[in-house]
């Protein structure tokens, strides 16, 4: 079983409460999801914090999406507890402050994860909030129980790609139509909001709008004039 999980939490530092902020006239959190049920799965799982639950549990519901509580700062043990709570083989991480996720790519990066068995999977080169990672879920159950430092345990998976003697890694250049480092599309600042509320008004039309082929044009289009 492969399932999405998508991290969310309602605090932020630079950006308080960016998660329930309106994108088109919905939250961003609800954006993201939407955007996510266009990559096939057979599970989708919003994985919030506890103090997050009944602000997340109506948009969750929204989207079709299971609700999960787990530690606010152990986001590794969060996932780990998401796997031991249903038969999951692989999880398609996602995270909740990135609404323009290439599901194209996200299709394409966990098809080629599925056919290596690949403990971690990512696409380099695409731009910053447009990506996904597959991970094999033994993996990441293992990563919970040997991983020790913060860092590791609060961002999921640098533990897999930092020891690759332990893990067998994808990490290949993406597709030349899905790169452009260059452009910057996750939601972290003010400036990202704006940004991407512009972003999303002239998408909202586009019969693929959550493609990374159509994403990239359309911002070039906006913010290069190329």
């Known amino acids: 079983m492969t399932a999405i999980v998508l991290q969310a939490r309602l605090d932020s ?12 006239g919905k939250p961003v959190i609800l ?8 990559i096939p799965a057979d599970l989708r799982i919003l994985a919030c914090s506890e103090d997050s639950v009944s602000a997340f549990s109506p948009l969750a519901g929204e989207a079709g999406f299971n609700i999960f509580a787990g530690p606010k700062d152990d986001v590794l ?6 796997i031991r709570c249903h038969s999951i083989n692989r999880i398609i991480r996602a995270t909740g402050d990135n609404p ?3 599901t ?10 599925m056919a290596l068995n690949a403990c971690y999977s990512v696409y380099s080169g695409i731009p910053v909030g447009s990506g ?6 033994s993996s990441l159950h293992r990563a919970g129980n040997e991983a ?26 993406a597709p030349l139509r899905w790169q452009n480092s260059g452009i910057r ?5 003010q400036e990202d909001y704006e940004r991407a509320q512009i972003l999303y008004a002239a998408l909202k039309d586009e019969p693929l709008q959550h493609h990374g082929t159509t994403i990239i044009k359309v911002y070039k289009n906006i913010f290069t004039g190329k």
């Open 13 to 24: 530092s630079r950006l308080p409460g960016k998660a329930l902020l309106l994108l088109g």
């Open 31 to 38: 954006r993201v999801m939407e955007a996510l049920n266009e």
């Open 77 to 82: 043990e969060r996932f780990c507890r998401v």
């Open 100 to 102: 323009f996720v290439f």
């Open 104 to 113: 194209d790519a996200a299709a394409a990066l966990n098809a080629e994860a």
């Open 132 to 137: 996904v990672e597959s991970v094999r879920a």
């Open 148 to 173: 020790s430092l913060y860092y590791d345990r609060e961002h999921v998976c640098p533990y897999l790609y930092a020891h690759p003697e332990l893990f067998q890694l994808h990490r290949p250049l």
């Open 185 to 189: 599309l996750t939601i972290d600042t």
